[in-house]
């Protein structure tokens, strides 16, 4: 490579970052400016804004409810999706794809699509079961599949998982032995970063809670944002920088030292995860 | 570790052991016994069915029935009605306006990513921080623009302040262009994601093989690089197009009157007394989004797929 080359290509990288890194920092600088204002023009910074969060009894309760309906979310997820998981890499191998199939369908299906056919389901659940926000975690588990799935594949791609079933199951235990105590520590970062993810995009959540009329976190937002512009962006910085810390932490986390299975490929690539308005598969495999 | 086991069948293992295994869920050969296997699945099914066949399968056919439940195609003509084939047009035209931007964007930062350090700081930096920003949208990314460029943001009375009005006919920060100016903030890393694979797959050699073959950069681009990449650029532009396509809350959050946008009219469809007096029409909308998105990603697939004939 020659030097003129070189040192062509060396601006072109340093521009790139220094344009692109503030178009998506300076929006989220603006955010926190914004959210410090006073109320008058010439009024001194000050940080009522964010003390507002704690007196706006909407906002605490949308918060309640959003962090509520994340644990129920994640439990459920595990619960449901890791067993069927791995019943079907043990006994029906056959089924792997189509399970994957099942569990990517809501990366090509909209969201604002597919709520129009949750609004009839939410009529009868709202007579028939329960009006309380919570149930939207049955919506949520759905949004949140294709993304743990892919996480918890990952991990169990890893973990030599046959041999570990059936030692264990030759050794007297029993299936919820297994799962508790021989599936689960062996594909704990996988299960962490499924978790994350799913807590993340919940919190995130909009498109659902709105048109089925609950109020999350982000339906509050939107409302208090109506009357009083400083809080609500306080808020939506906080829960930004809370979802942000949470993919971070999963971008970056260790891989930990699993010793009875190799466990090298069981962290989750953000990269394979795609937007949370509606995203689509992420690479090709 | 304990010492090895003794050799017995329970180590001996992997045969024995998943024989004994399978034998005991599966039906032995002349036995009448009935596999119950298939009972760990149910849940996964019954819960998919519930919550994804059956609100498709509720959309599919409330698209084709009146409100009686009679076939009818009265839904997709309703399309027909000019303020949604409007909403369709101003949706395919800010999607593939930031798809446009967000594939240049996203490729050009790939490019720089891509000639640096492959182990670097920078590197991890820039990949992690797309994986975040390529999941941020909805009512905060409006918000972070309001505050930025909207009519008391900082960068906008900064700039006045300075002499540079960008609103000089009105905020269009509301409209069509800023929402494809918001749209562009996850589209750019989402680009960077699918497609830095694709462009770590070129390899230094080959460029080294145009120059002694006596090409120019020029050469090595219009021949060589450019063919390669441009399968993997569009399938990755067709996956921005319908990224953006289907997003609803950055707009409903930015847009709090009217239908610019065809998520906005479902949205609009589906809450307000019209729409309750129509409900097939909110139906085949959606469902006419769903086919434009399974068309989309379906090119997205299988041009990805000539892309990973050579990549690795």
Redesign the interface.
Known sequence: MTRSRRFKLQLFRITIFIVLGAFFLVPIGAMLEFSTRGNAINAPRNLDAWKNIVQTPDLVSAITASLELAVITCLAMLVLLLPTMVWVRLRFPQLNRAIEFICLIPLTVPAIALVVGMVPIYRWININLSDSILTLAFAYLILVLPYSYRALDAGLSAIDLKTLSEAARSLGARWGTVMLRVVVPNMSSAILNASLISVALVLGEFTFANLLAYENLQVAINYVSLVDAGTSIAVAVAALLFAFALLMILSFVGRPPVPVAKAEDADFELGKTVSLSGGLVGRAR | MTAPLPDTT?VS??GS??T??AAA?RPIAGSRRLSL??V??V??FI??G???F??????VV?SLTTKDGAFTTANFSGIAQSYLVKAFGASITISAASAAIGAI?GA??A??VA??NPRGI?RRT???????????????LA??????VGY????YLFLKDHGLDFYPKGVWLYDLPGLILIYT??Q???ML??F??ALDGIRPQWREATESLGGG?WHYWRYVAGPLLAPSFLGCTL?LF?????????A??LITQGGVIV?LQ??NL??SETGRAAPGL??S???A??VV??VV?TL??LL??R??QWVR
């Not at chain 2, 918000?143 to 930025?148: E, N």
């Open positions: 329970y293992g992997r052991g998943s004994a295994i869920g296997t298939w760990g699945l849940p996964f819960y998919t519930l919550f994804l059956l609100p498709t399968l509720i959309i409330g964007g050009l930062l490019y720089a000639t640096g920078l820039v990949t992690s921080a797309s994986g975040v920003f390529a999941q941020f949208g909805g009512v905060t918000f972070a623009f309001i505050a930025t008391t943001g900082v960068v903030y996850f750019i890393p989402l994601i699918v830095l694979p950069t996956l319908a990224n953006s396509f289907s997003a609803y809350a950055t409903a959050a998520p479902i949205a589906l809450t909110a139906k909308l959606a469902l989004m769903i998105v399974l990603t997205y697939t990805q797929r892309t990973s």
